[in-house]
Nanobody, 129 residues
Framework: QVQLVESGGDSVEAGGSLRLSCVAS????????????MGWFRRAEGKAREGIAL????????SYADSVQGRFAVSHDYPKNSVYLQMGSLKPEETAMYYC??????????????????WGQGTQVTVSS
């Protein structure tokens, strides 16, 4: 199937930057590495989960939630089967557990509102004021 492992979470001061990584593995993923929608989500304590960034491993432009547009950037490294989330100008209210997720989409048309099939365990980001 597909396994996702996030890393890179840390404690930073407001205004700081972090880069999160998500490594995908598993037989199904390695057979079709260009056919997955990959999303980044976060859940702050006491709040609903929020989808913040999305890309299709087959190419095209990533998309972002309004809350992170212009400050975050998602990218894909094919040889490393990795998806990265570069975060800048971080705010204390963005303290949350950040998750990588994926679903199989051979023709793209990705959406953060779709049902993501596979999830990582999450990585904690803490932003202090």
């Amino acid at each position: 199937q597909v396994q996702l492992v996030e890393s890179g979470g840390d404690s930073v001061e407001a205004g700081g930057s972090l880069r999160l990584s998500c490594v995908a593995s598993g037989d199904f993923y390695t057979r079709f590495p260009y056919r997955f929608c990959m999303g980044w989500f976060r859940r702050a304590e006491g709040k609903a989960r929020e989808g913040i960034a999305l890309l299709w491993t087959g190419g095209g432009r990533p998309s972002y939630a309004d809350s992170v547009q212009g400050r975050f950037a998602v990218s894909h490294d094919y040889p490393k089967n990795s998806v990265y989330l570069q975060m800048g100008s971080l705010k204390p209210e963005e303290t949350a557990m950040y998750y990588c997720a994926a679903y199989y989409a051979p023709e793209g048309h990705c959406s953060l509102q779709s049902d993501f099939t596979w999830w990582g365990q999450g990585t904690q980001v803490t932003v202090s004021s």
